[in-house]
């Protein structure tokens, strides 16, 4: 099935940067045309001079208060994703839905020839209609700092899907106390996977198991150190059902900030992702033995890519 740009709605969330912020929208011209673009961030904001279809304003929630975050001291800025993000899923009118902040970038659509790709699933274990789309980056495992476990943890910078699965998704998040985002007293402080971290789970975790306890799956997991061989088997269980994890290459997605870290995942293993190897592995394991690793075709998906730009840019 061939989606077109123009059945794509796409939610750029977060604060503007003029700089940054120009660049996203102006690649989503390039790459999805005629997709609708709607810029999410806050009331008093200057987007003047930016190119989009709607501009959704909000109230500015604020930081919940700082962390530390691989000793450094960063303020905990969860609950302003979440505002940005669903005001602007509420305004998304097309069949797909692709949610991206506001200092990422496109550089290619290669990533909309995967999204029927993985078509095999465990139905116990479904909680989308369809799989969804999420980076490599940050999708973990295992923390690269302990090596400890990081279970239910899929990247939330970049989401594409069916609207109706991005929306659920975070849709059923409450915002997060300062106690819970930055002040947790841990259940085993000695596993924890980031040492200097100070919430009870990392954002990725709060998002992930919050929309799996709307749909009735509360894992036994007090807190990001607790962890154990149950909750693991779980975790990939439900990721390698609902995801499908491709490489920044591969999705055709990049940002000034984040360059090296997106760089680093597509020229070598970085310990702990969720790379787009490590996930055809389990796919093939979990779902069909005759499966063809995509990596092996990557020059037929590129070719097809390259194809439907082409044909994009012709009308």
Do not use: C, H, M, W
């Given at each position: 099935m061939r989606i077109l740009p123009r059945e794509i709605s796409v939610v750029?969330?977060?604060?503007?940067?003029?700089c940054e912020t120009a660049r996203c929208l102006k690649s989503l011209r390039i790459y999805l045309p005629e997709a609708q673009v709607i810029l999410s961030t806050w009331k008093g904001s200057d987007t003047q001079g930016l190119d989009y279809d709607e501009c959704v304003l909000s109230e500015?929630?604020?930081s919940i208060g700082f962390h530390y975050y691989k000793d450094k001291v960063v303020p905990y800025n969860f609950n302003r994703q979440l505002v940005s993000t669903v005001a602007g899923l509420a305004a998304a009118e097309r069949k797909y839905a692709l949610k991206m902040r506001t200092d990422f970038y496109l550089k290619g659509n290669k990533f909309l020839c995967y999204f029927d790709f993985y078509p095999a699933r465990n139905a116990e274990f479904n909680?989308?209609?369809h799989?969804?789309?999420?980076?490599?980056?940050?999708?973990?495992?295992f923390s690269d700092g302990t090596g400890f476990p990081l279970p239910f943890h899929p990247s939330d910078?970049?989401?594409?899907?069916?609207k109706e699965d991005v929306r659920d998704y975070f849709s059923h998040c409450e915002f997060l106390s300062k106690a819970e985002g930055c002040e947790w007293q841990y259940k085993f402080s000695h596993r924890k996977p980031y040492l200097?971290?100070?919430?009870?789970y990392t954002p990725e975790q709060h998002l992930c198991l919050a929309w799996l306890e709307w749909h009735g799956m509360k894992p036994d997991y007090e807190d990001f150190s607790d962890w154990s061989e149950d909750v693991l088997c779980l975790s990939d269980k439900i990721l390698f059902n609902n995801f499908i994890f491709l490489n920044p290459a591969a999705i055709g997605v990049s940002s000034g900030k984040h360059h090296n870290a997106?760089?680093?995942a597509d020229l070598c293993p970085w310990y702990g992702l969720i790379t787009q190897d490590v996930f055809e592995q389990e796919y093939k394991r979990y779902f069909d033995v005759a499966f063809k690793l995509a990596r092996r075709n990557d020059s037929k998906l590129l070719y097809y890519a390259k194809k439907l730009y082409c044909k994009l840019r012709m009308h």
């Open positions: 750029v969330q977060g604060a503007v940067n003029k500015d929630p604020g909680y989308f209609r799989r969804v789309i999420v980076p490599s980056v940050f999708s973990r495992r910078f970049f989401f594409f899907g069916l200097s971290e100070t919430g009870r997106l760089l680093r």
